[in-house]
């Protein structure tokens, strides 16, 4: 088994894109392949010491799932099957997919929902990130310190700064994941 697992929930397909960029960046022995949480086996992605987690946020800051209008299961299905998970001296780090020009109100507030949902159960959240160089009126992804909770994305206003942005965060949370990138 991979050290690290590699989970996303996806709508569009964007964000199964940033986690197969992941992926592709490591061997198979440091990051599982990556995988919708729709296919995930709760024991399955408890057991991992490293997870980094991607959603994007549907709508008014949704994460995905049924009462989203998506077509397949995703994190608002999962999360209640791993709320009574321990999840202490686990790592994880968090990518969230938004849209900063079409919702400024709401930008990457799935985020947001992740970080509260691992935090509440004990994981070691890292990846941090700032907010400069992204224009949004609020999100419940900025943390107390004045930085995203994870790594923003903006695939839709934003995509030529994806690569250069995911590369500067997995070599920013490397150590946290002892990681060669």
Same mark, same amino acid.
């Given at each position: 088994?991979?050290? +690290? ?6 709508? /569009? ?41 991607? /959603? ?8 995905? #799932?049924?009462? %989203?209008?998506? !077509?397949?299961?995703?994190?608002? !299905?999962?999360?209640?099957? +791993?709320? $009574? ?5 686990? /790592?994880? %780090?968090? +990518?969230?997919? #938004? ?11 799935? &985020?947001? !929902? ?10 070691? +959240?890292?990846?941090?990130?700032? /907010? ?28 030529? &700064?994806?690569? !250069?942005?995911?590369? %500067? ?6 150590? $946290?994941? $002892?990681?060669?990138?």
């Amino acid at each position: 088994m991979a050290r +690290i697992g590699l989970f996303f929930g996806s709508d /569009t397909g964007k964000t199964r894109k940033v986690a197969k960029m992941i992926g592709k960046k490591f061997d198979e022995q440091t990051v599982a392949k990556p995988l919708n949480v729709n296919r995930a086996d709760p024991d399955e992605f408890a057991s991992y010491e490293f997870l980094i987690l991607a /959603t994007p946020t549907l709508g008014e800051g949704l994460l995905p #799932g049924l009462s %989203a209008d998506i !077509e397949d299961e995703s994190w608002e !299905e999962f999360l209640p099957k +791993i709320e $009574d998970k321990d999840f202490s001296g686990k /790592t994880v %780090a968090l +990518i969230g997919l #938004g849209d900063q020009v079409g919702y400024p109100d709401e930008f990457v507030d799935a &985020l947001g !929902e992740l970080y509260e949902f691992f935090s509440e159960r004990g994981a070691n +959240i890292v990846g941090s990130w700032p /907010t400069d160089g992204y224009e949004f009126n609020h999100s419940e992804a900025v943390g107390e310190d004045g930085k995203f909770v994870g790594l923003a994305l903006d695939l839709d206003n934003q995509s030529n &700064l994806t690569e !250069e942005r995911l590369n %500067a965060w997995l070599s920013q949370i490397a150590g $946290d994941f $002892d990681l060669n990138v």
